[in-house]
């Protein structure tokens, strides 16, 4: 049985590693001084594409714009 000592602290805080990762990311984000600060807040949006399903057919997809949390 492995020791709780050896494994990484985020996991052993419960958090996944993308969510460990996002949070150490807007930190740094938030300690930058103008103009880095507002070039990396706008890399921080992302866009996706959504497809429904439905009777094994898709309909059409939407593109969805969100930040990061």
Known sequence: MASN???PFWRAAGMTYISYS?????LVRGCLKEPH???AL???KVHFSFTQW?????EKPSIISDTVE
Not at 22 to 26: E, F, G
Request: with cysteine.
């Open 42 to 44: 706008t890399r921080e």
């Open 54 to 58: 439905k009777s094994g057919k898709p």
């Open 37 to 39: 600060k507002t070039e």
């Open 5 to 7: 000592a050896a494994a």
């Open 22 to 26: 996002n949070i150490c990311a807007s």
